[in-house]
């Protein structure tokens, strides 16, 4: 995704919200941000808003949860 509008950050927020367990955002330099930690949370969507070359990797530690971020990216790319 190399354009984020003001509506996609606050829906992946929202998806990263409704996790229940650590989700890992994984930048090209191979730096892990811990999207459920408020301390990582912010420097993370700035590096992922950010990211015009779509370098990021997102991991989730449930099943559960990568549900609900796999609902976000199929939604997203359905718009």
């Given amino acids: 995704m190399k354009y984020k509008t003001e509506n996609e950050v606050r ?3 929202t998806a990263i919200n409704e996790c229940r367990r650590p989700v890992w955002l994984v930048s090209a330099d191979g730096t892990y941000f811990n999207m459920k930690s ?3 949370h912010d420097a993370a ?3 992922w808003i950010n990211d ?3 370098e990021m990797e997102i991991f989730a530690s449930s ?3 990568e549900a609900i971020l796999m609902g976000f990216w199929q939604h997203l790319h359905a718009a």
């Fill in 11 to 13: 829906e992946f927020d």
């Fill in 38 to 40: 408020a301390e990582e």
């Fill in 45 to 47: 969507m700035a590096k």
């Fill in 52 to 54: 015009v070359n779509d």
């Fill in 63 to 65: 099943r559960e949860d």
